[in-house]
């Protein structure tokens, strides 16, 4: 079964407006989640890294103001894309990491959420 | 990060085995190599991964060069269902937290 649920699948909204989308760690509590972006034809690009009960750590070039990451408990973060507009279309994923030990470990990931600002 | 390098893209028979080759000349001896697979319109997926032994799962087997500068993930009977983009990624073992860093990947495409 999913171990990752993200919700929702596609949304479409008017430019302007937020969006949020949520990330649920099904299996297992997680402390870190990570958000993802992906455009069209190309590969997936990290956005931030959540972490449960603190602030998220932004990759160099995301907008941390643009895009806001909630980790209020170990099963849930959320992403919202404040004052979307068209070139915030996209597709966005999170994963959860079933931490083992170090690098010895393999992420689990949403289905991710088609994103399309008019 | 460990940079990888694999072709942009490669066909396959149904039913016929696939070798989706990876090249990582700079890994470190902390690195592990994992493959992650992403089926059209959806999230990647896990495939396998490995340190320095070939590595054998029920969706594919990991085949690493003695150097560790290389490796290839088998698909040993190629369905329709295995066309996706194939990722290989490196991760350092004090790399904390699990982040990935995606390349380009391999589009595998499968003919009937």
């Known amino acids: 079964g999913a171990v990752v649920s993200q919700h929702p699948s596609r949304v479409i909204c008017k430019s302007g407006t937020s969006v949020k989308i949520e990330c649920r760690s099904l299996?297992?509590?997680?402390?870190?989640m990570f958000w993802y972006r992906q455009f069209p034809k190309q590969s997936l690009m990290l956005m931030a890294t959540?972490?449960?009960?603190?602030?998220?750590?932004?990759e160099q070039g995301v907008e941390k103001d643009k895009f806001l990451i909630n980790h209020a408990s170990l099963t849930l973060s959320t992403l919202t894309v404040t004052s979307a507009h068209p070139e915030d279309s996209s597709f966005y994923i999170c994963?959860?990491?079933?931490?083992?030990?170090?690098?010895?470990?393999?992420?689990?990931f949403g289905s991710g959420t088609q994103l399309s600002v008019l | 990060d460990a940079k990888t390098t694999q072709p942009n893209s490669m066909e396959s028979n149904e039913e016929e085995p696939v070798h989706l080759p990876c090249n990582h000349s700079?890994?470190?001896?902390?690195?592990?190599i994992h493959w992650y697979r992403q089926l059209p319109s959806q999230g990647p997926e896990y495939v396998i991964h490995g340190l320095t032994s070939n590595v054998n799962n029920r969706m594919a087997s990991l085949a690493i060069a003695e150097d560790r500068k290389s490796s290839t993930l088998i698909l040993h009977r190629a369905t329709l269902r295995d066309a996706a983009v194939y990722y290989c990624i490196l991760t350092n073992l004090y790399n904390q937290g699990g982040k990935l860093i995606f390349g380009q990947g391999t589009e595998l495409s499968v003919k009937p």
């Open positions: 299996d297992f509590q997680a402390t870190t």
């Open positions: 994963s959860v990491s079933d931490r083992i030990s170090g690098s010895n470990e393999k992420l689990f």
């Open positions: 959540s972490n449960e009960g603190s602030k998220a750590t932004y």
């Open positions: 700079t890994i470190s001896g902390t690195d592990y």
